[in-house]
């Protein structure tokens, strides 16, 4: 149980992405680790967008992993998280789903925009149905106050989340790090999400 609560302050700062009234929103990184300084500090990644960015990660900055998932861990009753963007006919469809650890239950609930994409939305809570169709599976997502229907089709990234260390933050590592982004560009993060053995974060 120890190694969950960094897990969760960790993944409660990166997906739920809401910033305080009195702070600038955090930025947010999405790329690959390409080096490394000396003293595992400063990171030289390339972005997304093909642009050459730096992350510096703080001295107690928290890992954490980001590991395969499967369909059969999107059952009802778990508590997910789901990115998704308005397909043709304006019905949502899932870019990728994370499933959190039980300990992280009601963890940035609730239905927002996010990031990932032009007009994407994020929605956490609990999956209360998910029903097979010809053309993949629809699931229900249940959170306080409201409920989305989200499209998942059969290649669709499912991942979950599990404890890191400072030795998974290595070259060839994808990464997503969030945080206060320097006067020089640089982002100062305190946390960061590492894609195990290879693996892209599609969040």
Sequence with gaps: MPKLLPLAAALAFLIAGAASAQTAPPATLRGTIEAISADGASLS????????????????????????????????????????????????????????PEAMRGAGEGFRPFDLAPGSSMTNGALSARIDGVEGQTLTVT???????????????????????RSDVKPGAAIIARGVRASDGAIEAARILVGKDGLTPPM
């Design 45 to 100: 990644v390339n972005a997304r967008n093909g642009e050459a960015a730096i992350v510096r990660l703080k001295p107690d900055a928290i890992v954490s992993l980001v590991v395969p998932a499967s369909l059969a861990d999107v059952k009802p009753g778990a508590y997910v998280g789901v990115a998704a963007a308005p397909d043709a006919d304006g019905a949502l469809k899932a870019m990728e789903v994370h499933v959190f």
């Design 143 to 165: 959170y306080a106050g409201g409920a989305q229907t989200i499209r998942l089709a059969a290649n669709t990234p499912i991942v979950a989340f599990a404890p890191g260390a």
